[in-house]
């Protein structure tokens, strides 16, 4: 018999996405995944063009096949599978220019008898995720991935560093042999059925931190193709820089876990007839007491009245459970000015949702402030639909958006503007770990204020930056990519002020119309860091003219 705390591969049910993203028209990227045969993996082509695409295709083609045949150990079968995917892939490029140097890197995971065998070389991930948290598996074989590891980089930091997508080892470069010292990573981890598993290449990490990760497939638990979606969907309103695909498979009690729930764990016991003797199982001679007790046990009253209190007890803890489920299960509240939603206002279905519903609201102008409840995601259906304004007696003290959380919080696709007040805050940011996606905020507002230890990223959203700044205090944490800030006539500069321990980081932001030095508060070595990887178009310096020639009297020689 298996053992209770582990599952097999058939016990998995999951589910495959994968998609170019926003900013390249081919995929590189494969998908793996047989839940009968217990495979899972995700395999991320190298080499441009076709080459990628190519290395991706044998290598799939090459694991299958050798996967197919069970001799072996699960890790020598993981171990072989990349390694004649690897000289495959080799042996091909040096038959064509055309894909000389292709490759790729694979994280390959099969399940079988309780455990999970992982073989991993690059940068691709598995993580495991349970009601406690998100583990991340896998270590990058990428100098930035190793220093994050190694805790000198944090995990935004590492995200956005500018070197991100160097990787040191991959599969099918150079020949390998299957036995090679640094090569092919073998982990092995125990599978609990209230785990889940989540393999992905770095268009989906490089995207998401693991919290926001973490939270979606919460969000989605129970249903394993919503999870992909939302997360691939998630990846490429951060942005999409690359190629995502993600594979996710989880155990039966996985969605159950996390809703408070434990699994019937007991197991089967001896009969009842087995026990009718006259001595006690450590062979002592029955007492009168425990002669009384056995009467008792073996009385048809007694166990009349257990049932009837056993059945009692179950329907109460069906009513509950039932209870329970529907307030816990996450929903998504539709808010529609115009009264074709659930709702007419944002702070109406705010003030009823729970962590992990998602409040998502159609195309319309919202007078209002909104107070973001903690572990919600706002998202407008439609991005750059949704007007935020600020209602009229509005002081310019109050911001127009509060996020206040202890989990994590997207909010994506909205217009936030000032109305008549100046010099109001857009964002209060009190949380950890919030997302701020295709947000757009214009002239006159503070666009970001952070609280001290609060972090935040913000992705492919639009700053008219006005009379104030970006604020980012001491202990606070921001992350801004590929986002644009515009200066206007009333603008100071430079738009980010950060306190001197902030943790901040850009990466691939357009700032129009500044001065080079963009960011207050820091020194200029680490300023020029922070800002490598940028692109800052100076304001446009009015030309001067030329002075006019004096005029000619009549009759002076023109020599």
Same mark, same amino acid.
């Given at each position: 018999?298996?053992?209770?705390?582990?599952?097999?591969?058939?016990?998995?049910?999951?589910?495959?996405?994968?998609?170019?993203?926003?900013?390249?028209?081919?995929?590189?990227?494969?998908?793996?995944?047989?839940?009968?045969?217990?495979?899972?993996?995700?395999?991320?082509?190298?080499?441009?063009?076709?080459?990628?695409?190519?290395?991706?295709?044998?290598?799939?083609?090459?694991?299958?096949?050798?996967?197919?045949?069970?001799?072996?150990?699960?890790?020598?079968?993981?171990?072989?599978?990349?390694?004649?995917?690897?000289?495959?892939?080799?042996?091909?490029?040096?038959?064509?220019?055309?894909?000389?140097?292709?490759?790729?890197?694979?994280?390959?995971?099969?399940?079988?008898?309780?455990?999970?065998?992982?073989?991993?070389?690059?940068?691709?991930?598995?993580?495991?995720?349970?009601?406690?948290?998100?583990?991340?598996?896998?270590?990058?074989?990428?100098?930035?991935?190793?220093?994050?590891?190694?805790?000198?980089?944090?995990?935004?930091?590492?995200?956005?560093?500018?070197?991100?997508?160097?990787?040191?080892?991959?599969?099918?470069?150079?020949?390998?042999?299957?036995?090679?010292?640094?090569?092919?990573?073998?982990?092995?981890?125990?599978?609990?059925?209230?785990?889940?598993?989540?393999?992905?290449?770095?268009?989906?990490?490089?995207?998401?931190?693991?919290?926001?990760?973490?939270?979606?497939?919460?969000?989605?638990?129970?249903?394993?193709?919503?999870?992909?979606?939302?997360?691939?969907?998630?990846?490429?309103?951060?942005?999409?820089?690359?190629?995502?695909?993600?594979?996710?498979?989880?155990?039966?009690?996985?969605?159950?876990?996390?809703?408070?729930?434990?699994?019937?764990?007991?197991?089967?016991?001896?009969?009842?007839?087995?026990?009718?003797?006259?001595?006690?199982?450590?062979?002592? /001679? $029955? #007492?009168?007491?425990?002669?009384?007790?056995?009467? +008792? !046990? %073996? &009385?048809?009253?007694?166990?009349?009245? =257990? *049932?009837?209190?056993?059945?009692?007890?179950?329907?109460?803890?069906?009513?509950?459970?039932?209870?329970?489920?529907?307030?816990?299960?996450?929903?998504?509240?539709?808010?529609?000015?115009?009264?074709?939603?659930?709702?007419?206002?944002?702070?109406?279905?705010?003030?009823?949702?729970?962590?992990?519903?998602?409040?998502?609201?159609?195309?319309?102008?919202?007078?209002?402030?909104?107070?973001?409840?903690?572990?919600?995601?706002?998202?407008?259906?439609?991005?750059?639909?949704?007007?935020?304004?600020? /209602? $009229? #007696?509005?002081?310019?003290?109050?911001?127009?958006? +509060? !996020? %206040? &959380?202890?989990?994590?919080?997207?909010? =994506? *696709?909205?217009?936030?503007?000032?109305?008549?007040?100046?010099?109001?805050?857009?964002?209060?940011?009190?949380?950890?770990?919030?997302?701020?996606?295709?947000?757009?905020?214009?002239?006159?507002?503070?666009?970001?204020?952070?609280?001290?230890?609060?972090?935040?990223?913000?992705?492919?959203?639009?700053?008219?930056?006005?009379?104030?700044?970006?604020?980012?205090?001491?202990?606070?944490?921001?992350?801004?990519?590929?986002?644009?800030?515009?200066?206007?006539?009333?603008?100071?500069?430079?738009?980010?002020? $950060? #306190?001197?321990?902030?943790?901040?980081?850009?990466?691939?932001?357009?700032?129009?119309?500044?001065?080079?030095?963009?960011?207050?508060?820091?020194?200029?070595?680490?300023?020029?860091?922070?800002?490598?990887?940028?692109?800052?178009?100076?304001?446009?310096?009015?030309?001067?003219?030329?002075?006019?020639?004096?005029?000619?009297?009549?009759?002076?020689?023109?020599?």
């Amino acid at each position: 018999m298996s053992d209770a705390r582990t599952l097999t591969a058939e016990a998995l049910y999951g589910a495959a996405r994968t998609d170019p993203g926003r900013a390249r028209a081919n995929n590189e990227d494969l998908p793996l995944i047989d839940p009968a045969r217990g495979i899972f993996g995700v395999i991320d082509g190298i080499g441009g063009q076709a080459g990628g695409e190519i290395a991706a295709a044998i290598a799939r083609d090459v694991i299958l096949q050798r996967l197919a045949r069970p001799l072996g150990t699960p890790a020598e079968r993981v171990r072989e599978a990349i390694a004649i995917a690897n000289n495959e892939i080799f042996r091909r490029a040096q038959e064509s220019a055309d894909v000389h140097g292709m490759a790729c890197v694979i994280t390959l995971a099969v399940v079988a008898d309780g455990r999970m065998v992982v073989g991993h070389v690059g940068d691709t991930r598995l993580y495991k995720i349970r009601a406690e948290g998100i583990r991340k598996i896998t270590r990058d074989h990428s100098p930035i991935g190793e220093r994050e590891d190694a805790g000198e980089l944090t995990e935004v930091d590492a995200m956005r560093h500018p070197r991100r997508n160097e990787v040191f080892r991959d599969v099918g470069s150079v020949f390998r042999d299957k036995d090679e010292d640094e090569f092919v990573d073998i982990i092995e981890e125990p599978l609990e059925p209230d785990c889940a598993i989540l393999v992905c290449s770095d268009g989906l990490t490089d995207m998401l931190p693991s919290a926001t990760i973490a939270h979606i497939a919460r969000q989605h638990a129970g249903d394993p193709a919503r999870v992909v979606e939302a997360l691939v969907a998630a990846a490429n309103d951060a942005g999409g820089k690359d190629n995502v695909t993600v594979v996710y498979a989880e155990g039966p009690h996985y969605a159950p876990s996390l809703r408070g729930e434990r699994p019937d764990t007991l197991t089967p016991t001896e009969p009842l007839e087995n026990k009718r003797r006259s001595v006690d199982d450590d062979g002592a /001679p $029955a #007492g009168p007491v425990r002669r009384m007790a056995r009467a +008792v !046990v %073996r &009385s048809r009253t007694t166990w009349f009245i =257990a *049932g009837t209190l056993l059945g009692v007890v179950g329907a109460l803890a069906l009513m509950l459970y039932v209870a329970r489920t529907q307030v816990q299960a996450s929903q998504t509240l539709v808010v529609s000015a115009n009264g074709s939603g659930q709702y007419t206002r944002i702070g109406e279905a705010m003030s009823v949702a729970r962590a992990g519903d998602t409040v998502r609201v159609e195309p319309g102008e919202y007078a209002e402030q909104v107070i973001v409840a903690d572990g919600v995601d706002l998202v407008a259906r439609l991005p750059g639909t949704v007007v935020i304004s600020r /209602p $009229a #007696g509005l002081h310019a003290s109050v911001p127009s958006i +509060v !996020v %206040r &959380s202890g989990s994590v919080n997207r909010v =994506a *696709g909205l217009q936030v503007t000032s109305g008549e007040v100046a010099d109001a805050a857009a964002f209060d940011v009190g949380g950890a770990g919030v997302a701020l996606d295709m947000i757009e905020i214009g002239h006159h507002l503070r666009a970001v204020e952070l609280a001290p230890g609060s972090s935040v990223a913000m992705n492919g959203s639009r700053v008219g930056v006005g009379i104030s700044l970006v604020s980012v205090p001491d202990t606070a944490q921001a992350s801004f990519t590929n986002n644009i800030f515009v200066r206007d006539s009333t603008s100071v500069d430079p738009p980010i002020a $950060a #306190g001197g321990t902030s943790r901040l980081t850009l990466t691939g932001n357009v700032f129009s119309g500044f001065d080079p030095e963009i960011v207050r508060g820091l020194s200029a070595a680490r300023r020029k860091e922070v800002l490598s990887g940028n692109i800052v178009v100076s304001p446009v310096q009015p030309q001067r003219q030329p002075p006019r020639p004096a005029p000619r009297r009549t009759g002076e020689n023109r020599h």
